[in-house]
C-alpha cells in the first residue's frame, strides 16, 4: 500500500485527503462533496472514492439509507492525520474573516465566533518589501514611527525573519542605526524606499537561533481539583508543561501567557499558571 501512495498525483491524495477529512469530523462523504469542492466530474469523483476503498476498504461503507458513504466500524486514517488545531484555526480565521467559508474543507460549520482582534494596519506592500529583503538577504530603508519619537525617521534595517506576538506581527531586523538586532512592528513601517546587499544574516543573532524552554504548572495555591483542570488545560504531563520558545520571543509568550507580572498580584484563580523554571529569565538578561 505504501508504495501506491508515493505514486499517487498531488490532486488525486488530495482528494483521498479530503475524503478522509470528511469521514472524520462530518461522519459522511458523497460524490456531490468531491464534485463541489474540486470541481471534478461524477465519473471522476466515482473514481476516487473506489480508489480510497482499494486503499482501506475497512474505512468507509456505503449507508443505502442515507445514500452516502459513512466510516467503518475500524475506520482507521490513512492520508490524513485528524488534527483539531487545525480544525479549529480554520474555524479562527473565519470568524476573523481571514478565510472564506468556501476555502475550508469544513462541511456543516458549528456556530461559532472568537474575542474580537483589533485590525493590525499591515500595509501589503510594506510586507512584500520586506518578505523580499528577506529572501535576497538585504538591507531595507524604511520609515519607522517608534514610541520614543514624536516624528517618523528614516533608517536601515536588515530583516531576516518574521515575527508575531499573539497580537501583532513584526520583523526581526539588524537596526544599522543603533547596531542591534530588533523587533520593527510592521505596523509602524510608514514607507520603504531603497535596498542594499546586507552583510548581516541571520546566523548573528543568537536570541533568535537560540531556544529555551519554559516549563509551566498549575498556581501551587489551587486546590488538587484545580489544579487536575489547569493540568487538562495546558496538556500537562505529571503537573508540568514545557513550551520551547525563541529567546527573542520570551517577553511576548511570557505576555500572552500572562506570566509577565508577579504571580503573587493576582488571585491563584485569574493566574492559574506559574513559571516553574524562572532562573530562565535571569538568562535572558545576562
Not at 518589501?129 to 525617521?153: C, G
Not at 530588533?182 to 510608514?190: A, E, G, H, P, Q
Not at 511576548?252 to 500572562?258: D, E, I, S, T
Request: net charge negative; with cysteine.
Amino acid at each position: 500500500m505504501e508504495n501506491d501512495k508515493v505514486e499517487l498525483r498531488w490532486g488525486v491524495e488530495q482528494r483521498l485527503e479530503f475524503i478522509e477529512f470528511r469521514l472524520f469530523w462530518e461522519g459522511h462523504v458523497n460524490r456531490s462533496d468531491l464534485m463541489e469542492q474540486f470541481g471534478v466530474s461524477v465519473n471522476q469523483a466515482s473514481t476516487d472514492l473506489n480508489r480510497y476503498i482499494g486503499f482501506a476498504p475497512a474505512n468507509m461503507v456505503y449507508d443505502k439509507s442515507a445514500r452516502t458513504y459513512v466510516p467503518g466500524s475500524d475506520y482507521s486514517p490513512q492520508f490524513l492525520k485528524p488534527d483539531a488545531s487545525r480544525y479549529l484555526a480554520q474555524l479562527r480565521s473565519l470568524a476573523d474573516g481571514i478565510m472564506d467559508s468556501d476555502d475550508t474543507w469544513i462541511a456543516e460549520l458549528p456556530s461559532y465566533d472568537a474575542a474580537p482582534t483589533p485590525v493590525r494596519g499591515v500595509n501589503p506592500t510594506t510586507l512584500r518589501s520586506v518578505v523580499a529583503a528577506i529572501r535576497s538577504n538585504e538591507a531595507l530603508e524604511v520609515k519607522y514611527q517608534s514610541l520614543s519619537r514624536p516624528e517618523p525617521i528614516w533608517r536601515w534595517i536588515a530583516p531576516h525573519a518574521i515575527g508575531f506576538d499573539g497580537f501583532r506581527w513584526h520583523t526581526r531586523a539588524f537596526c544599522q542605526t543603533d547596531e542591534v538586532f530588533k523587533d520593527f512592528l510592521l505596523s509602524r513601517i510608514i514607507e520603504t524606499r531603497e535596498t542594499k546587499a546586507s552583510e548581516v544574516t541571520d546566523a548573528a543573532d543568537s536570541d533568535w537561533q537560540e531556544r529555551v524552554t519554559l516549563e509551566i504548572g498549575p498556581h501551587p495555591e489551587l486546590s488538587d481539583t484545580q489544579k487536575q483542570v489547569i493540568a487538562l488545560d495546558y496538556g500537562m504531563q505529571s503537573g508540568t508543561a514545557k513550551i520551547s520558545v525563541r529567546r527573542a520571543l520570551i517577553y511576548y509568550a511570557l505576555k500572552r501567557l500572562g506570566l509577565d507580572t508577579d504571580p503573587a498580584a493576582r488571585q491563584p484563580q485569574d493566574q492559574q499558571i506559574v513559571l516553574l523554571n524562572r532562573e530562565v529569565l535571569d538568562e535572558n538578561h545576562r
